[in-house]
């Protein structure tokens, strides 16, 4: 864990919602963990004006940028262009002190500053030699993104960051990785996963959004479409502030279950789903670490399903004990906050068949983000039927939970009859834009109403 001076450490706190009664012969359990870090300085100072710290006082940190620079950039010039406007934004919003590079990437990735296998520290002026490093930036060649990410990973892991910075990457791309196969990208994917984080964006609509969505899980950051070249700059620079609010790296959510109970699932699901239960990594006897990346002050939801042993009626056991660690220089970790989980069995009726409500709105919204993937991978295929039937769930369930912003953007792919039926027409003319928008934000989730 990176140091700080005692008014700068974050805060974390684990909060668990749950009906913790099951009836008779009940054995599933589900939860919701809210992870909340407060109290970092991360609002205010540090990310509307990041260079209100001084060198040395943040939290240590690393930023590669990777810009597309493939031919294809050139078509429109507007995007080359754009992309040179927002690396410049972007660096202009890097911390005093900062370690960072940028890179070019085609079919090869090349550094265009600071180079020499170094990464240059951010003060005004070596932000102003990138900027210029800049200009040389042009577009031709090919597009293997993987090679970009081991560039990047190579720079990050430098002898000059501190083991415990906090370690990111920015990633833009406007077509697809058509010069190394899937399996190479997923291999590096696999070798850079827990090294770095990485917000990818695709610029236009000639790009992939599997590709690009799959980076931004397996790395845990960010990803969406800028459509339109000239909305580059304000991203990027949003990008890097809340890159540079990023206090503590490295942070797992620990699950420990007694004997005899089997996990079903662990997915974040606020402030989007991604599913981490293939990811765990072994952290001691009936105890696994799941991956979360970096914090800043934010808050996010995970849910947790177990599985219990059967138990009589009036029995009551602990489920599960939710931790956040972080690892130390020594190699052991340090636990943050904890939660539990607990499972009562009980006759009454009302007690044990009553559903969370948080539970109830994030199962809702995993399922609309599932439905939305189906309804469009189904239109594409030219199963109608199939793709109105999903996109109209999807309307309903973005109805009910209050997601207005996915609804806005399934109103651009269906016309939508009537909302709380689910009953939609499948639009005859989509632009390309509005799919992909929809496709690539469709795990964006909105937080559980509060309950009055």
Wanted: hydrophobic share 40%; glycine share 10%.
């Amino acid at each position: 864990m990176a140091i700080f001076s005692k008014s700068n450490v974050p805060q974390f706190s684990v909060d668990v919602y749950q009906n913790e009664f099951l009836p008779e012969g009940g054995r599933e359990v589900n939860a919701i963990a809210t992870v909340t870090s407060t109290g970092g300085g991360t609002i205010g100072s540090a990310v509307s004006a990041p260079h209100l710290y001084s060198a040395g006082q943040g939290p240590d940190a690393a930023v590669a940028i990777m810009v597309d620079c493939s031919g294809s950039m050139d078509y429109p010039p507007t995007k080359m262009r754009g992309a040179r406007d927002a690396t410049a934004a972007a660096i202009d919003a890097l911390r005093d002190g900062v370690h960072f590079a940028v890179i070019g990437g085609t079919h090869v990735a090349k550094e265009v500053y600071p180079g020499g296998g170094r990464l240059a520290v951010a003060d005004a002026g070596t932000r102003g030699q990138a900027k210029q490093a800049l200009r040389r930036l042009s577009a031709g060649g090919g597009t293997a993104i993987g090679t970009w990410l081991r560039l990047a990973d190579r720079l990050l892991a430098s002898a000059d960051v501190a083991p415990t910075a906090v370690r990111h990457g920015i990633l833009l791309t406007d077509g697809r990785n058509e010069h190394e196969s899937p399996e190479d990208l997923k291999a590096t994917l696999d070798a850079c996963a827990g090294r770095f984080t990485c917000d990818a964006r695709g610029v236009g609509t000639d790009w992939e959004v599997k590709e690009v969505t799959g980076i931004a899980s397996a790395l845990l950051g960010t990803a969406d479409i800028v459509a339109d070249p000239a909305g580059l700059c304000a991203d990027f620079t949003r990008m890097m502030e809340e890159a540079m609010g990023k206090e503590v790296a490295d942070v797992s959510l620990r699950l420990w279950t007694p004997v005899g109970v089997e996990i079903q699932f662990v997915k974040q699901v606020a402030p989007t789903v991604e599913d981490l239960t293939g990811r765990r990594t072994e952290a001691g006897p009936r105890a696994g670490d799941y991956p979360t990346g970096s914090w800043g002050d934010e808050s996010r939801d995970y849910h947790i399903c177990v599985r219990v042993p059967g138990a009589d009626l009036g029995q009551e056991m602990l489920a599960a004990r939710v931790s956040l660690v972080v690892p130390q220089p020594d190699g052991s970790t340090q636990t943050l906050s904890q939660g539990l989980v607990r499972a009562v069995w009980t006759d009454d009726m009302a007690a044990s068949t009553s559903i969370n409500p948080q539970v109830a709105h994030y199962t809702g919204q995993a399922e609309l983000a599932h439905v939305i993937q189906q309804g469009l991978d189904a239109r594409k295929s030219g199963d109608l039927d199939g793709a109105t039937a999903k996109l109209g769930r999807a309307v309903q369930l973005a109805a009910t939970s209050g997601n207005a912003d996915t609804a806005k953007l399934l109103s651009k792919v269906v016309d939508v009859v009537d909302a709380a039926e689910g009953t939609v027409r499948l639009k005859a003319k989509v632009a390309e834009a509005d799919e992909m928008t929809l496709e690539t934000r469709s795990t964006k989730t909105v937080r559980v109403k509060k309950q009055s």
